[in-house]
């Protein structure tokens, strides 16, 4: 975050240039403005964790939880006009699975951890199971 912020003020000359690079910095700044309110809310909301929250995760739990995902009882939200749709967290999560014969470890490894990371508010009844790591 740093980095991007010194490379920010490095580069705050081409404000006044029209063209790509001026388009760059503007989408640096927002990049920028965006990883400030992440930060910020995560500290307000540092309370709310899931309780399933792991020190380590593997890659390797990604077919299991594959076929958990979807079985969740995920809870409905209601938007304008009638609407009714998943939280956000099961959107994700599909998004990834949708892409399962292309994931490399580091996308499996997104997945498990998000997971298990989404808060059980997202749910009606929180039924996963936190299981002991295997030896």
């Known amino acids: 975050m740093e980095a991007l912020l010194e490379a920010i003020e490095r580069a705050s000359f081409l404000q006044q240039v029209p063209g790509e690079s001026r388009q760059k910095l503007r989408a640096a700044c927002n990049r920028m403005k965006q990883l400030k309110e ?34 969740l009882n995920w809870r409905m939200v209601s938007k304008p006009g009638g609407a009714t749709v998943k939280p956000d967290d099961f959107y994700r999560l599909y998004g ?30 929180d039924t996963r199971e936190v299981q002991p790591a295997k030896p």
Do not use: I, M
Not at 43 to 48: F, I, T
Not at 60 to 65: A, M
């Open 38 to 71: 992440r930060a910020a809310a995560g500290a307000a909301s540092g309370a709310e964790r899931s309780p399933h929250c792991k020190a380590e995760y593997s890659a390797g739990e990604f077919d299991e939880l594959a076929t958990k995902y979807e079985k």
């Open 96 to 125: 990834l699975n949708q892409q399962r014969p292309f994931l490399d470890t580091l996308t499996r490894y997104r997945f498990v951890k998000l997971f298990w990371e989404f808060l059980p508010s997202a749910l009606y009844k």
